[in-house]
């Protein structure tokens, strides 16, 4: 009796055996038929279907494949077909997320894409790819709602790294405030290198240097070639004014990196490290590369490097030079500021004070230069009047010309009888008023130079020198 019973489960099982492989063989004949575009395939897709239509797992593998194929009306129909063999029926999870992959990628419906997530998370609230699918679709939406829904991700998947996939979203969104604020919550350790390229550039162009670096040396250890790992570590490392450190990278991001592009910006930042370390050869050398690649579209503009190899000659007291880039740096750009054309005249006084040979040459250039931009600009006609008198008043020390005395008493003339005064106008006031006094004394005038005394001391009664004057006979 035992014998027959065994005998017949062996030839149950076998059976059973035979129907499981041949259900196997016809679900791989249809993927293997969509992958390779057979011309059967809807009649392999059906047999398939018949084969497998109590087993929802299959049926969305079909699906699937026909979603990668971009057919997605059969795509569509497996997800349902995969739905309706749940159990219970309609609430197999994986089948809303293809539904919801169909609408997302090919649909023009977001909120239809996030009702179909929503309902994978109902029906399987401990799997993360619900509400990660969801957040990618409302994050065009609103990006805070994404990162809410995330919120319940975490409560539900305590093993998903929550703070760098919010991230994520943020950084898709455009939003590198929220994308920093969400990534240095993270376990930099779990990182891969795409989260990690975006914590360092988020951290980067939010200032916040020390975790741009800390994030470029973690992605660095994963990839030592990568371009952008090396180009952030560099440029964070100069903004900390870790100059060395910075150098360090200069060598690894030009010749040690892998399918790196160098723009204007690499060769500015680079100009601007050797700066920092007194190299002006390779400063000037980087700093001329960054002028060759300039162009309309760069991040950084023309006129800003100009400006800024202009600035260095200065430093260097290369006079010549400083001019000649300024002089460039003001036909480029666009928009002019006071400040801007102030510049010049900035140069032209300092190289008047550093070589006595051109001192009237081009104490004179400043001088014409202030009294231009003080018709040019009206608001600053004060302080312009006031910069071109201090100038004269350096090309006449003994007063016998009177150099000064014209535009000292153009800005009593403007300031005298104003209401209210800035402190940096009652300077200007008290030392037009000080040249006045000073000239009237020179010329024998008392009275008047004491006139003056009483008008300084209005201003500033401790001023010893008004104080001494008013003591004369």
Known sequence: MKTIKYLLMGVLLAGFSATANAQEEELNAVLNGIKSKAP??????KTAYKKNKKNPEALLKIGRAFYAEKDTANARRFAEYANEAGKPK???????????????????DGGKAAGFYNQAINFDPKNPDGYKKWAMVYRKISPSQAAKKLQEMKANCPDEDVDAFTAHIYMLANDEKQAYENYVKADINKLDKTYLNEFV???YFTGHFEDA????EAGLKIEPRNPVFNRLAMFSNYELKNYEAAKSYINKYFNETDSAKFSEYDHYYTALIYQ????????????DKALELVN???MIK????LKSVSDSYLKDKDFDNAINYYEQFLASKPELTFDDNEGLATIYSKYAEADETKKTEYMNKAIELYNALAEKYPVQEIYATYMAASLNSKLDNDMKKNLAKP?????????????ERTNGENIMLKTSYHYMMFNSYINKNVAAAKDYADKILAIDPEYKQALEIKKLK
């Not at 059967?40 to 897709?45: K, T």
């Not at 023309?302 to 490097?305: N, Q």
């Not at 153009?410 to 209401?419: G, P």
Request: charged letters at 20%; glycine letters at 4%.
């Open 40 to 45: 059967n395939v809807a009649e392999l897709a």
């Open 90 to 108: 309609y609430h197999f999870a994986p089948a809303y997320l293809l539904l919801g992959d169909i609408e997302a990628t090919y649909g023009t």
């Open 201 to 203: 550039r988020c951290s």
């Open 213 to 216: 670096l800390r994030a470029a």
């Open 276 to 287: 920092a370390l007194d190299d002006k050869e390779n400063m000037y050398l980087h700093y």
């Open 296 to 298: 309309e579209s760069s």
């Open 302 to 305: 023309r006129w800003a490097i």
């Open 407 to 419: 535009g000292y008493q153009k800005v009593i003339e403007l300031l005298a009888n104003k209401a």
